[in-house]
């Protein structure tokens, strides 16, 4: 038997037996780029949002055994969430990788998003995101970008169906920052809502960050909304505006998107949280009966981690990677793992749900327009769900 | 009427941007060196109130983080300026841009990235009267910064130490020769900024939470010092206050016909105000002969 042939058979051993880093060490590894806000002010997000991308890339190597036989590989830089910083990394990553090896990178924020959006069309690059951003989920101009849920709009029309179902002819305020992220569903919510008999009676444009939320309050009393829909802060906002509502005595209730769906919101506006509604479309860390959230405590726990509350940065990174393996899997098994053959399967995985981690990936114009709604419950410190998935066409 | 809740709001947020200005305009005064990291000052104070908060109320664990940022104003003064005594103030100044990166990354690394709250807060002493309220936030600012004001006025302007700041301001060269001791008084200027970042740091983190985004308030100081002038301590209150207020009666009359505009408002008027008086509103006028 010549070298070479004693070599095969030892990986296919080797793979047959279990031992996938044996395996691995012959076949070039997939890679995933991944450009995350590991440092400035949504560090919180990128640094929770690594550690569900590395556990998924673990689970996937060690417990999936890999890519085909091939070493499923996370190629991480920071941004710093700058468009600029990103851009950067980026190019470093894709002239870096080899083109056969890099099949998928994902961006962090809605600006880095569009700034890369036509190179990764270009490159026919497998792209997504950390932001929701509509613009971003069109096949035509975009046919390689995805949006791992749904739109930043799809959130929206959740958020004013829900008011439509709780009140006849509401009004409705809008409170969103100064930024892409926050004024990206602005247009749609206008367009919106008078088509659901609603009419929007306030819009309060905000910067990202506040040190005082009196005037935006003191105007959404003089407007006297029933309903305020907040967007584009991830945390940064929400809490003081929240308390300072309490305090001036709005009567209105609060609502607001997936980036506002963490429990440090409660934590940060304590009693003020109470009621605010939000969507969210992964399970959280404490709905223990989700096999997706059973399978993550088990290898953490198997590997010594600690297995306290998790984010919903943490839970959606580890959605991803595992949708994006998953395509790669079926790709290989294709015999088509490269770029264009990943975009193909990530079209066809619709009955994938990552282990329940998500309602499944039927992408409709490559985003995923199923989200539900939960609603904070200061008492227990968490986010009850208060419908079942909301299908959003 | 309805002007007034608007104007008490935005009172009560200009008293926190004062507060947040005194600990960079103290060292402009005795040093002439832009405090780039300032926004770290803040940061790096909140956290050390936030970890003493954990086992303390947090008004006892405010007054225990004074100190410890005194103290660490120190270090930075010892580690970053005293090295670049004597040499061109850009050197400073450049140091603490270094300085402002290498706090970043030490936070990150000290205190993590994820998001954090502060398990009790300050005493309520919000109170409400007709329709208006004013918030616990508030009162407190004017509480803590408005005796704070007043002292670093007295220490500045009456006290022999305000003298000898100024004196070093006037020539840092001209006073080591003198005898004036510099190295010491510069130390107490760097603790005192420390501490007075903390305080007004602290004061923003407990209403909102406290996270590195923490770093961006820092921003606000530049326009409230440039406008009351680089080297003034009463300036810097005033422009706060009047900033404050500004803001507010922006957010309530020009935001609905020009969404957005009031992030433009501080920038605006700085640089309006530095086309009339290029000092700022209280700036001392340097008169240089050629």
């Known amino acids: 038997m010549k070298r070479r042939e004693v070599l095969k058979t030892g990986i296919g051993v080797a793979a047959a037996l279990g031992i996938p880093h044996i395996a691995f060490s012959q076949a070039r590894p997939v890679k995933v780029g991944l450009l995350l806000p590991l440092t400035g002010p949504f560090a919180f997000a990128g640094q929770a949002g690594l550690e569900g991308f590395r556990d998924a890339a673990e689970y996937v190597n060690e417990v999936l055994g890999g890519i085909g036989g091939r070493r499923f590989e996370l190629v991480v830089e920071d941004t710093g969430y700058d468009v600029a910083k990103a851009t950067a990394a980026f190019n470093r990553i894709v002239s870096r990788e080899r083109p056969e090896e890099l099949l998928f990178v994902y961006g962090d924020s809605t600006g880095t998003a569009k700034a890369l959006a036509p190179e990764v069309t270009r490159l026919g690059l497998p792209f997504s995101a950390t932001s929701f951003s509509s613009e971003l989920a069109d096949p035509e101009k975009y046919p390689t970008i995805y949006v791992f849920g749904p739109t930043y709009n799809d959130m929206f029309e959740a958020l004013l169906r829900q008011i439509r179902r709780t009140k006849g002819r509401a009004r409705v305020a809008l409170v969103y920052s100064n930024t892409e992220f926050g004024r990206d569903p602005i247009p749609y919510a206008k367009k919106r809502a008078p088509e659901l008999k609603m009419e929007i009676v306030h819009e309060e444009v905000t910067p990202p960050s506040l040190t005082d939320a009196t005037p935006i309050v003191l105007n959404l009393r003089r407007a006297n909304p029933d309903f305020v829909l907040l967007q584009g802060y991830a945390l940064s906002a929400e809490p003081l505006i929240l308390r300072t509502a309490r305090e001036q005595g709005l009567k209105a209730s609060f609502m607001g998107t997936y980036y506002s769906a963490e429990l440090a919101l409660i934590q940060r506006a304590g009693p003020a949280a109470e009621g605010f509604i939000v969507t969210y479309h992964n399970p959280y860390w404490y709905d223990s009966l989700n096999q997706g959230v059973q399978e993550l405590r088990r290898f953490r726990q198997s590997k010594g981690r600690d297995v306290s509350y998790r984010t919903t940065y943490y839970m959606g990174g580890a959605a991803a990677i595992f949708t994006i393996a998953e395509a790669m899997r079926r790709a290989a098994q294709a015999g088509k793992l490269n770029r264009a053959g990943l975009a193909e399967y990530l079209e066809k995985i619709s009955d994938y749900t990552a282990f329940g981690l998500s309602q499944g990936y039927r992408f409709v114009n490559h985003r995923l327009p199923y989200t539900k709604l939960y609603r904070a419950n200061v008492k227990d410190g968490r986010f009850d769900a208060i419908t079942d998935w909301i299908t959003l066409g | ?290």
């Open chain 2, 1 to 290: 009427m309805d002007i007034l809740p608007y104007l008490l709001g935005g009172l009560g947020n200009g008293a926190l941007y004062s507060l947040l200005a005194l600990g960079f305009v103290l060292v402009y005064r005795a040093t002439s060196v832009v405090n780039f990291a300032i926004g770290e000052f803040l940061l790096v104070g909140a956290y050390l109130t936030y970890t003493l908060s954990l086992r303390l109320p947090l008004s006892l664990a405010l007054l225990l983080a004074l100190p410890l940022a005194f103290l660490f104003g120190l270090l930075v003064e010892r580690g970053f300026v005293r090295p670049l005594l004597g040499r061109n103030v850009v050197a400073v100044i450049m140091a603490t841009i270094g300085l402002a990166a290498a706090l970043d990354g030490g936070v990150l690394l000290v205190w993590g990235a994820d998001l954090k709250y502060f398990p009790t807060g300050l005493p309520e002493l919000g109170f409400g009267l007709g329709g208006l309220y004013l918030s616990s936030r508030a009162v407190w600012s004017f509480l803590l910064g408005a005796p704070t004001a007043l002292f670093l006025l007295w220490l500045l302007q009456k006290s022999r130490y305000g003298v000898l700041v100024r004196a070093i301001s006037e020539s840092e060269v001209a006073a080591l020769a003198l005898g004036i001791p510099t190295r010491r008084l510069l130390a107490l200027v760097w603790g005192l900024s420390g501490a007075l970042a903390t305080l007004a740091g602290a004061m923003v983190a407990v209403a909102g939470g406290l996270g590195p985004n923490l770093v961006l308030m820092g921003l606000k100081v530049f326009p409230v010092a440039i406008l009351g002038g680089l080297d003034s301590v009463g300036g810097a209150v005033v422009a706060g206050l009047f900033l404050g207020v500004i803001e507010a009666l922006s957010q309530r009359f020009l935001e609905p016909l020009l969404p957005g505009f009031t992030e433009a408002v501080p920038f605006l008027l700085v640089f309006l105000v530095l086309l009339v008086r290029p000092y700022g509103l209280f700036g001392q006028r340097e008169i240089e002969r050629v």
